[in-house]
Structure formats: structure tokens, C-alpha cells
């Protein structure tokens, strides 16, 4: 097997690895840096992101308003001095994107545009048109371009992190076009391969997010921290799951239900303000998880709108006038015209909330590093957490690039500092052994069981049981269905047994990685006895800050459920406080 | 939910069983709304699943799922079915050698922008603690068209050019480059002419205008390129005419 | 990466018969031969005319045949096709900003057929119509 030596590897190569890498090169030109992705990285899931990402630069703001906003918006699970670095650094790392190139959308004046986001008290969302995402995926890939120092293995699928004596020493990836292994050893690995929305049945995510980094770090002894927090977006297309941006409730975009009522009103988020001045914090403005619940129940009532694709409310734009739609959210409008038919200059767009973003990851501290030595986490796939319950539209984005040049300089400080090599003789052992599981997938025969209707059961199992509410039945019932599930994985056999490109054998792996991480979101769930941000139950309804102000902790067990802990949150300044989205009078 | 029965075709090539590709053909009921990569991902998923292609976002922005159909460029995900009859020839990208099935070799293009230095080279040394640069909508909207591409070759599969002379820097690359050099804090168009401005660059064009039509974000590579040979042009007349005055 | 990844050879001469696009675009590149041809034999008048009146009469006469008649209108078709292909795409090739915007593709084309008629008019004048 191929040995690739090098001094920091980076699994994933979307926002976050791509501000990591570039963070390497700038700090090291000297440093051997190796950034695999199973994707190119024009592809990863960072491209699909579009209303913007939040920091603090205009007069009218403070960063203690971002502070109080997230934390109070991820419903006090946040650790809040990890905030507070965070907040801090954002406007600085997005000033770096706009040297880079970035597109931001600019005010008169020239100066950076900013937008109103949900949950946050003033705005302060910079944007790049409804493409935000997309053109900061550019800007970084194109920028990392100009350091040859980043050596790029486009399409490896990373298999196994390698782990000798407590710390992390590499990884083993599949070249996909040959089918040939590679060990990569390594002082240190970033994992920064994104989130694992595709356990679910509706999505905005890609194909590619079944939280591959999640699950390497899991199987090596990490835990995974608050997997139960599931964001649902509010105004994803029916059918598709197609996201359509939070940015459109920022221009002043209205719900409404079947009798054209704005029925966020009656659920705390009220007054109703005049149609296209919408008011901060409010209504369309408030945080992503009471706006997906409000669906919820305004489905139970029947209120809602009967469409092909099942039950759904109305996203209305039409007051936003042709030209707005037009310089703003021409991607929304070519969505929805493309998708579903309905154009939004004159339309009403059917909409209805779709799992979009795992607040819960890789256990990391504020400099994200995990627990194992030499292994570090940014990005979707980590849980730092600044996140919480709940996170706030905008917050992602910015997350990727603090964390991912976070995760870079921790883990050059690491390399420096530990003075430890990699054991080569240990480290090829184990890469043997990783190539000896894959061996056994391909050898496999007699298989009972497809990947696609494993798949299938998982996902509907997630939706039904683990989904924007929960409660004991349901969620007992989805662990013990994953429970099977994984056995069953065990009777997979390959139909295409070629070595170049198999894209069978990379969604078994894929799938593999789903059940792992599927069963720590409805575990986590399931021990989590109260409603808290995202993660609601019928069953506990109340938020219970006594038993349950502390992170949840999934460690990997190889024969049966996660094991799972506890770990207390982090406050500093803000004690846990009611969430208030309404903006009338107390 | 009216349902079609749709024969799909698909040009299949193993190198480690296959000599040559070759068309399999599919029976897939297909509902009305759906795209060409939803029939793909049901042949994947429920009749034969050593079918390999590359896809993601399922929303024409992540350029993964580029592939000729019916002799067309298209991205597979934003193919609506109800504009194909029903039977649909898809085979992978023209002018890439295959991989695998629908998966084509990208290297080539890869190599290209990098060689175009598609980053900003500044005009000004600026620290992060300086802040923003300033930037009108006018000077914005100057190059913003041509940031939009999504990489998806659907332009150098259009391409006659880059088919006849793999050489060609081809569409995308470019118009890449031109966005750098519209870009109000950028500095670096006299490395990037360089690059562009010679035989295999902009030269090699003769406007056929395919990638343009194609390209499913209009990004129009095909202008950004005649404006480079415009701007190439008039560099090469005042270096020779005015050679006095600044580049 | 793979060595055996399969190359599809185009078909050198024959691909632009594949498609409407091409085939409309090999037609339009044809048009430059008429038009190659007709300034041939504008260079070869010039010609006769510096070589007396006698040589220039036999040029004007020969310009009379119905071939000759009958090629001058074939060029002055496809030189017509060949302007108006050109003229639609200068947008493309010419973006003027005014401001905010871009001056609408209509106004370019607009101003080459100006051009055109206004050339044209000069010619026509000091060829004394």
C-alpha cells in the first residue's frame, strides 16, 4: 500500500478544510499538507448555502447583541466563551474573504451589504446575493490555489483514522478512480467533513453529507456531543427538499397558511407587522426551530395547504416587487419557477420545513481540537459548541472559517510541540487491516439485504420517530429499528465488484457511516428527557435546566447502542433566560 | 401523480471488463416532476446498482452532475423529464476520456484553472486590519456575471474546439480569468494575458458560441473570451504603438 | 489517474454535422469565402484600373457576364448573412456599463447597423449615386 508521509492531513476539503488548508500554507510554506476530499471541492456541501454568514462590522451593532443572539438562539446549550471567540473573530475572517475576492453584496457607498437573519436582533448577515455560500466555496477553492503547498487528493474517500498509542497518526483513504488504498501518515488530521443530513428522508442536503467524518472520529473513540439537535429549515421546496433561503424572510418574505393567515402569531412570535417591514427577531424573523414546530402544528390543526408532495404552508414574496427578486434572490426565484412551477414575483410558493443542519458533531474544545490527541475537528461535522440546541441562520458560514483556521493553528502548535513522530511500523499495520475490511465488503457473497432498501428503512425510521417532535414511543422504536438495521448492514453484498469508481461499494461505506450516526441522534434523543431548542418531546414539554443544561456525549460501541454522558455547558455571562420572539409588550 | 414508463439508455464502460462502451437500456417508471438524475438514482436503487455517476446537490449549483443527453450538455438535475420523450439517450460528458460509466476524467480542466491564476493578486497591499476594500455596485455588477460558474465542463463538452485541439484552455478557465481581471481590487491581469492571451488561449477560439449556450448559469464564457481578445488586442497596439505608456 | 480511461475520438472533418449549432455555425463561417473571393476581385480591378482605361473597360465588361452578375449577387447575400450573424453577437463581445447597468444588447447592435448605413451612404456619395 501506498505510504503518503506528510505533516497534517485534512479530510474534507469544503469551507472548513479550505480555510484550514489555506491557513497551513499561509502560516507554513514548509509544512507537507495533504487535503483530501471524496468529492473536488467545488462540489462539497458549502456551495448549497446561500443567504450569508454573520458578523458584527456595522455601527448600530455589538458584539454582545451577536452573543446574546446565538446564545439565546441555541436556547443556553451554547458554551459560551466558545461564542465569544467566535463573535469575535468572524468579522475579521470574513474582512479576509472579501480581500480574497469574495462577492459580497455592497450598500451605495461601496461598503459590505448586510441582511436581516433570523433570530438576530439586528442585522448584520453578510451576503453574496442568494449564492452566499457558493461564491465563499469559490472564493476559498480558488484562493488555496495559488499555495502548491496544499497537495490535493480530489476523490479519496477516507475509510479509517489511524490511532496508535492514544493519538490520532493518519488516516487511510480509497483512491476512487482505481480502487487502490493509500495510507497517509500524518502528525495530524482535521476532520472536516460536514454534517449527515441525508439520514433523514427530506433534506436540503446533498448526496454527498452521510456524515463520513462524523462516523471516522466515532469509531476511533470520540464522542460525538449533542447528535440529538436537528435543524429543520423552516422553507424548503416540497418533494426536492430544495432550500430556499432564510433570506427571503430577511427581504420582508411572509408565511401564511391555507387561509392566507400569518399563523406565526400564535405562537409566541407575534405582533404581526405591515407586510414587507418585518421586524427583527419576530415572526418570519424569528429562530429556525419554533418556526419548523409552528408548521407542525398548524399541520395537527389542518391548516395547512394539500399539495402533490403532501401537506405544506406559502412562502409569499410577491411584494417584494420583480427588481428586488430579481438583484437578491434570483437563485430562489429559478428554483422555484424550475421545481415546483411557481414563479415568485406573482406566485405563492408552497414550502414546508426540511432537515437541513446537525447542531451536534465531533466533541471538540474552544481551540477545536477533540479529545484524542493530534485529531481535530471544524465545521458541520464538529460540535464545538456555539451552536447549542438551535442555530441561527448565518452563524454556519462563519463558523467554517473561524474553526477551520482555528483547527489549522491548534494543529500546528500540536506538531510542534509534541515532538512525536509517527510509528510506521504500528500505523502500517493498522492501514493493513483497513484495507482487510474493505476486502472483506468486496468479498462478500449470498447477500440478503440492498443498500438502497436499508437506506430507505433508516431514513423513513428517522423522520417518523426522530423528527421535529419526538416523544418515548417514537423514539424507542427508531433505536431498536437502527439497532436492526446495523445487523442487517452485515448482509450487504456488492453487486459491482470493479475497482474503478465503485460507486456501489462508496454507499455501502456511506450508509455505514449513516447508521452509526443516525443511532447517536436517536439515542441522544431518547435519554434526553426534556424540550429543549431543536429537539422537542411531546412527552417532556418543558425545558429542564436542573438535569438537563449539559451536553450530550455518544461513544462508540461496536456490538450494540452508543453509550451515552453528559458533560456540563459552558456559562459565562448569560444565565439561562426565556427566548423571547415576540415583539409586542411583556 | 401521472407516471411515465421511460426508456433510458445509458453508455456504460468498465475498463477492467469492457474493450469499448456501450448503451444499457432501462425500463423506469418515472413520475412528471421529476429530472433525468432522479430516473438515474431509481435505476442506481432499484435495478442495477453498479451504475456510476457523480451527483450532489440536486439543485444546479454544485456542477457534479454534468452529462450529455440525448447529444445535449445538461446537468442531469435540472433536466426536466416532461421535456424529453419517452426515450432518453444519456452517455457521459463529450470530449473527457471515461472513467467509468457516466464518470469523466477531469484532470485536464483542473490543470487549466489552475493556470490561470484565478485568484486575486492584489493591486494594493492591504492587511485584514484595514479592512474592507470598498467596491460600488457598478464595479460589482461588472464582474459578477462571470463568477457564477459552477465548474461543470458542460461549456468544453460543447466545445468544438477543445474536442479538435485538446490543447485549448477552453471555456470555463477563461472566463474565470476575465472575472479576476474585472474585479476592481485585482491587479494581476498582466500575469494572467500571459496565460490567456496566446495560441492555446484565447486565439484557439472562433466564437462558435457552444459553451455559451449551454452553460445553465449563463455565465456567457464565450464574451468573457472575444472581451480578452478585445483587451489582448489593444495591450499588443500600445505596447508596439505607445510604448511609453504603462501596461 | 486511470490509464485505461476511454478516449472518444471526434470525428475530424464530419462533427459538425452532429448538430444544428454547429452545422449553423459552419454556415456561417462559409460565408467569409464569398466575400474572400469578391475583395479578389476588387484588388484585381484595382489592378486593371492602374493599367490604363483599356484594361479597366475590359474589367467593367467582363463584370457584365451573367456568371459574374449571378456570383456578385450570391456574395452580396452571404455578405448580408454574414454581417447580420456578426452584428447579433458584438453584445456578448461588447459590454458597455452605464452606471449601474449594461446598455441593452438592442442599442450595440443598434449602433453597428448605424454605422453600417452611414458608411454606406459615404460610399455610395463619393461613388457618386
Not at chain 1, 356 to 384: K, Q, R, S, W
Not at chain 1, 430 to 454: M, P
Not at chain 2, 59 to 73: F, H, I, L, Y
Not at chain 2, 90 to 101: G, Y
Request: with cysteine; net charge negative.
Amino acid at each position: 500500500m501506498e505510504k503518503i508521509q506528510i505533516d497534517i492531513a485534512i479530510v474534507g476539503a469544503g469551507g472548513a478544510g479550505l480555510r484550514a488548508a489555506i491557513a497551513l500554507a499561509e502560516s507554513d510554506p514548509n509544512l507537507r499538507i495533504a487535503l483530501l476530499s471524496k468529492v473536488y471541492p467545488m462540489r462539497s456541501h458549502t456551495c448549497a448555502a446561500e443567504g450569508g454568514a454573520a458578523g458584527v462590522i456595522k455601527g448600530d451593532d455589538s458584539l454582545d447583541l451577536h452573543f446574546s443572539d446565538t446564545v439565546g438562539g441555541g436556547d443556553w446549550l451554547c458554551d459560551q466563551d466558545a461564542v465569544e471567540y467566535f463573535i469575535n473573530e468572524a468579522p475579521k475572517e470574513l474582512t479576509q474573504l472579501e480581500h480574497w475576492g469574495c462577492p459580497w453584496s455592497r450598500e451605495p457607498d461601496g461598503s459590505v451589504a448586510v441582511r436581516p437573519f433570523g433570530g438576530m436582533k439586528i442585522k448584520r448577515t453578510w451576503f453574496a446575493a442568494d449564492k452566499s455560500g457558493f461564491h465563499i466555496l469559490h472564493t476559498l477553492f480558488q484562493t488555496s490555489l495559488q499555495y502548491p503547498s496544499i497537495r490535493r487528493f480530489d476523490e479519496f474517500y477516507t475509510t479509517d483514522l489511524l490511532v496508535e498509542d492514544g493519538r490520532c497518526q493518519g488516516c487511510t483513504a480509497i483512491e476512487m478512480s482505481t480502487g487502490l488504498m493509500y495510507q497517509f501518515q500524518a502528525k495530524s488530521v482535521i476532520v472536516c467533513a460536514g454534517g449527515a443530513g441525508r439520514i433523514f428522508s427530506f433534506t436540503t442536503n446533498g448526496a454527498i453529507k452521510t456524515g463520513d467524518g462524523m462516523a471516522l472520529a466515532f469509531r476511533a473513540g470520540v464522542a460525538l456531543k449533542d447528535m440529538e439537535f436537528v435543524q429543520y429549515h423552516p422553507t424548503g421546496l416540497p418533494g426536492t427538499g430544495i432550500l430556499l433561503t432564510e433570506g427571503c424572510r430577511g427581504e420582508g418574505g411572509i408565511l401564511v397558511n391555507k387561509d392566507g393567515y400569518r399563523y406565526l402569531q400564535d405562537y409566541g412570535m407575534g405582533p404581526e407587522p405591515p407586510i414587507g417591514e418585518p421586524v427583527l427577531k419576530t415572526m418570519e424573523l424569528g429562530p429556525r426551530d419554533r418556526l419548523s414546530q409552528a408548521f407542525w402544528h398548524e399541520q395537527r390543526k389542518g391548516n395547512t395547504i394539500p399539495t402533490q408532495w403532501g401537506d405544506c404552508v406559502h412562502l409569499d414574496l410577491r411584494h417584494l416587487g420583480e427588481k428586488k427578486i430579481s438583484e437578491r434572490l434570483p437563485l430562489v426565484r429559478d428554483l422555484s419557477v424550475s421545481y415546483v412551477g411557481k414563479d415568485p414575483v406573482h406566485d405563492l410558493i408552497p414550502i414546508r420545513p426540511v432537515v437541513h443542519y446537525m447542531m451536534g458533531g465531533i466533541h471538540t474544545d474552544i481551540n477545536a481540537a477533540t479529545t484524542m490527541p493530534g485529531l481535530y475537528a471544524a465545521g458541520e461535522c464538529a460540535c464545538v459548541s456555539i451552536n447549542g440546541a438551535n442555530r441561527l441562520g448565518s452563524n454556519s458560514l462563519s463558523e467554517l472559517l473561524v474553526f477551520g483556521k482555528r483547527a489549522a493553528l491548534n494543529a500546528i502548535e500540536y506538531i510542534s510541540s509534541s515532538g512525536k513522530d509517527v510509528d510506521d511500523a504500528a500505523v502500517t499495520k493498522l492501514a493493513n487491516e483497513a484495507q482487510g475490511r474493505i476486502t472483506t465488503l468486496f468479498q462478500k457473497s449470498n447477500g440478503t439485504e440492498t443498500i438502497s432498501g436499508l437506506r430507505k428503512e433508516m431514513t423513513d425510521t428517522m423522520e417518523q420517530g426522530a423528527g421535529i417532535y419526538r416523544t418515548e414511543e417514537s423514539l424507542k422504536e427508531t433505536c431498536n429499528k437502527l439497532n436492526e438495521l446495523r445487523s442487517r448492514f452485515s448482509a450487504v453484498e456488492l453487486n459491482d465488484k470493479s475497482n474503478v469508481f465503485n460507486t456501489d461499494l462508496f454507499s455501502a461505506l456511506e450508509l455505514g457511516a449513516m447508521l452509526d450516526v443516525a443511532e447517536t441522534v436517536a439515542v441522544g434523543a431518547l435519554e434526553r428527557k426534556e424540550s429543549r431548542g431543536s429537539h422537542q418531546r411531546l412527552d417532556y414539554t418543558q425545558r429542564d435546566d436542573n438535569n438537563y443544561l449539559k451536553h450530550t456525549l455518544a461513544y462508540h460501541d461496536k456490538t450494540d447502542a452508543p453509550r451515552i454522558d453528559y458533560r456540563d455547558v459552558v456559562i459565562t455571562k448569560s444565565k439561562p433566560g426565556v427566548r423571547d420572539y415576540s415583539g409586542g409588550k411583556k | 401523480m401521472s407516471e411515465r414508463q421511460v426508456e433510458v439508455e445509458i453508455l456504460r464502460y468498465d475498463p477492467e471488463t469492457d474493450q469499448a462502451p456501450k448503451l444499457q437500456s432501462y425500463s423506469v417508471p418515472c413520475q412528471e416532476e421529476w429530472v433525468v438524475l432522479d430516473a438515474i438514482t431509481y435505476i442506481k436503487d432499484h435495478i442495477d446498482t453498479t451504475v456510476s455517476f457523480r451527483w450532489s446537490c440536486h439543485m444546479a449549483v454544485c456542477g457534479s452532475c454534468g452529462m450529455m443527453v440525448n447529444g445535449e450538455p445538461a446537468l442531469s438535475c435540472k433536466s426536466f423529464l416532461r421535456d424529453y420523450p419517452d426515450k432518453i439517450r444519456i452517455e457521459p460528458l463529450a470530449h473527457f476520456p471515461i472513467v467509468r460509466d457516466l464518470v469523466v476524467q477531469l484532470d485536464d480542466f483542473m490543470e487549466k484553472l489552475n493556470r490561470v491564476k484565478p485568484y486575486i493578486i492584489p493591486k494594493e497591499k492591504k492587511s485584514v486590519s484595514d479592512g474592507q476594500h470598498k467596491q460600488s455596485p457598478a464595479q460589482l455588477k461588472a464582474f459578477n456575471q462571470y463568477t457564477l460558474c459552477i465548474n461543470c465542463t458542460l461549456c468544453y463538452a460543447a466545445c468544438p474546439q477543445y474536442g479538435l485541439v485538446p490543447d485549448f484552455i477552453g471555456p470555463a478557465a477563461m472566463a474565470l480569468a476575465h472575472r479576476y481581471n474585472l474585479d476592481s481590487r485585482d491587479g494581476g491581469r498582466d500575469q494572467r494575458q500571459e496565460v490567456v492571451a496566446t495560441d492555446e488561449g484565447v486565439w484557439e477560439c472562433s466564437f462558435v458560441g457552444a459553451c455559451s449556450d449551454v452553460c445553465p448559469k449563463q455565465v456567457d464564457p464565450a464574451g468573457a473570451i472575444q472581451q480578452m481578445k478585445i483587451a489582448s488586442t489593444v495591450d499588443w497596439y500600445k505596447e508596439h504603438l505607445m510604448p511609453w505608456s504603462k501596461p | 489517474m486511470s490509464g485505461k480511461a476511454y478516449i472518444r475520438e471526434m470525428p475530424k472533418t464530419t462533427w459538425w454535422l452532429s448538430h444544428s449549432r454547429y452545422r449553423r455555425y459552419v454556415a456561417r463561417e462559409v460565408t467569409c469565402i464569398p466575400i474572400g473571393i469578391y475583395t479578389a476581385v476588387l484588388i484585381w480591378g484595382l489592378m486593371r484600373l492602374s493599367q490604363g482605361a483599356l484594361a479597366w473597360e475590359g474589367f467593367l465588361g467582363a463584370l457584365n457576364s451573367p456568371l459574374s452578375i449571378l456570383f456578385h449577387l450570391v456574395a452580396f447575400v452571404f455578405a448580408i448573412v454574414h454581417t447580420i450573424s456578426w452584428f447579433n453577437v458584438t453584445p456578448s463581445a461588447m459590454r458597455v456599463q452605464i452606471g449601474e447597468d449594461f446598455a441593452p444588447g438592442a442599442v450595440i447592435i443598434g449602433v453597428h447597423y448605424a454605422g453600417w448605413v452611414v458608411v454606406s451612404l459615404i460610399v455610395l456619395f463619393m461613388a457618386g449615386v
